[in-house]
């Protein structure tokens, strides 16, 4: 197929990598010029890349950014075509993502929200998992596109309801981690080995993925952005928002928001968000580290 991919940050990069070894005909963008995908081509504009694609693929910061490459002055919305499908692996607002949908529509344009999860590793291995919303048949027309990236999609509903299952995903996550680095943090203050209480969670039903993936990487303190912290916060930020439109209260994610936000003062915002643990450490005055750290 013929794919306009925009956007080539730390997951976008390896998505449209998996596309062109697929054999697709791939054109990509990027907000700062320099980034290459080998055996793509290069566009100077979003508008550009779109010219002639059968699908424009984004995988973009926040919702701002996907506006402005849709509608803004140098967007794809110049170059949308009837029978064009846009596919969006960003995470943003539900509800932006609907009218999004809806402004395209009168063009004959389908739109597809299909955030993932899976992390960087995940997009290098082509083994993402998909929530997406959108119509059956626009969706199964993108499943070579989809089975190239990854390795499992699920449909959540109509058009918005894979970024409402993200919001929820990521709540989730950042409520499991934050768990996790407050065990941590009172256990090395406690005397107990960080290490032996890693092998303890592995082998009960406190175990998660969340920690099986995370748990090797802080007690080796490498805070190597998998999944920035400042983004991290921005889906924190939209699930509030979403909770709020839907008039519902999450207390714990509020809380864990404003850990985000001391984080992010304190410097943090391009790490891991698994670097919010330093901020405990600070205020309890230890260092959790595993036996080769």
């Known amino acids: 197929m013929r794919v306009a991919f925009l956007g080539l940050g730390i997951m976008g990069h390896a998505m449209a990598t998996n596309l062109v070894k697929a054999g697709h005909e791939v054109t990509v963008w990027n907000r700062t010029p ?61 509800t932006a993502t609907a009218k999004f949908a809806e402004r395209v529509r009168p063009k004959g344009v389908a739109y597809v929200d299909a955030p993932m999860t899976g992390s960087k590793i995940g997009a290098a291995n082509g083994t993402l998992i998909f929530m997406v919303g959108g119509d059956g048949a626009t969706i199964e027309r993108l499943n070579p596109l989809f089975a190239a990236m990854g390795k499992k999609i699920f449909r959540m509903g109509e058009i918005g309801k894979g970024q409402a299952t993200k919001l929820a995903m990521n709540l989730q996550i950042a409520l499991i981690f934050e768990g996790f680095a407050e065990a941590l943090t009172l256990a090395t203050k406690l005397g107990v080995d960080s290490q032996q209480l890693l092998s303890l969670i592995e082998a009960t039903m406190v175990r998660s993925g969340v920690v099986d993936y995370k748990g090797p990487f802080v007690l080796q303190r490498d805070f190597t952005p998998n999944f920035p912290l400042r983004l991290m916060h921005k889906d924190i930020r939209l699930a509030l928002e979403a909770a709020k439109e839907a008039r519902v209260k999450l207390p714990a994610l509020e809380t864990v928001e404003e850990i985000y936000e001391l984080a992010t003062e304190d410097g943090h915002q391009d790490l891991d968000y698994a670097a919010t643990l330093t901020l405990l450490e600070r205020w309890a005055g230890i260092q959790v580290k595993g036996e080769a750290a």
Do not use: H, N, R
């Not at 969006?88 to 607002?93: A, G, L, Q």
């Open 34 to 94: 320099g980034k290459l995908v080998e055996g793509a081509g290069v566009a100077p504009t979003p508008a550009a890349a779109a010219q002639g694609a059968e699908v424009v693929w984004l995988c973009v910061s926040d919702t701002a950014a996907v506006e402005k490459i849709l509608f803004g002055p140098e967007g794809i919305d110049q170059s949308l075509a009837e029978g064009m499908i846009i596919a969006d692996s960003s995470t943003i607002s539900p």
